[in-house]
């Protein structure tokens, strides 16, 4: 059973600072990863899929890396900014069998950017 | 806009009620997802669909009826459903069940 465990649970940052928000998982068997943010009451919104043969996936002030091996993938925010304030999810898929995928969620870090 | 949408985005029922929650999908995606999101707890999927065929049910009561019509439309039937039932319903949708998901708004559903 995968498990998916994302730290910091809350961050809270001055504009401007760049961050990076981490999240682990046991079954490194994925076949993709994707990052979402989440803001409150609301649905999710996908802001990076990264496969599993890559290393890194960029989207302007967005950076995910992966280390599939490892069970580790980060997502470093550049130069945050208020705007950025929302709880941000990491969700690898993987193969429950059958040829059926799905995706496992953390918890989330809650972020704040403090203008 | 992600391209899927759900309604109502907030329901009210008591547990006797029967309720239905609706997805739409504006992408010609061919798999659509049920998860549940309860307070301080991660996401939780709840069923799948991939070609209108029903792939995953991860041991949802059954008081919770999927439906899918067609590869655009899911629904969610609720019946004699309880309080701890109350969360956050999420639908997503994806081209197929290995690529990228987009999800709607939710239904904040609240069980008298």
């Known amino acids: 059973k995968q498990e998916v465990t994302q730290i910091p649970a809350a961050l809270s940052v001055p504009e401007g600072e760049n961050l990076v928000l981490n999240c682990s998982f046991t079954d490194s068997a994925i076949y993709n990863l994707q990052w979402f943010r989440q803001d409150p009451g609301k649905g999710l919104t996908s802001l990076l899929l990264?496969?599993?043969?890559?290393r890194e996936q960029t989207s302007g002030r967005l950076n995910a890396s992966l280390d599939k091996s490892s069970g580790r993938s980060t997502l470093y925010i550049a130069a945050s900014q208020p705007g950025d304030s929302a709880t941000y999810l990491c969700?690898?898929?993987?193969?429950?069998?059958?040829?059926?995928?799905?995706?496992?969620f953390g918890k989330g870090t809650k972020l704040s950017v403090i203008p | 806009e992600t391209g899927v949408t759900q309604t109502p985005r907030h329901l009210v029922m008591g547990m006797t009620n029967k309720k239905s929650l609706k997805c739409e999908q504006h992408l010609g995606h061919n798999a659509m997802y049920w998860y549940k999101q309860s307070a301080k707890k991660p996401l939780e999927l709840m069923f799948v669909?991939?070609?209108?065929?029903?792939?995953e049910n991860n041991s949802v009561p059954s008081r919770f009826s999927p439906e899918c019509p067609n590869s655009s439309h899911l629904f969610l039937h609720l019946h004699t459903l309880q309080p701890e039932d109350s969360a956050l319903y999420l639908c997503?949708?994806?081209?197929?069940?290995?690529?990228?998901?987009?999800f709607g708004p939710g239904t904040r559903l609240t069980v008298l």
């Open positions: 997503a949708s994806s081209r197929d069940t290995y690529n990228e998901q987009f």
């Open positions: 969700a690898p898929l993987r193969d429950s069998g059958a040829g059926s995928y799905q995706l496992t």
């Open positions: 990264i496969q599993s043969s890559q």
């Open positions: 669909y991939n070609f209108k065929e029903q792939t």
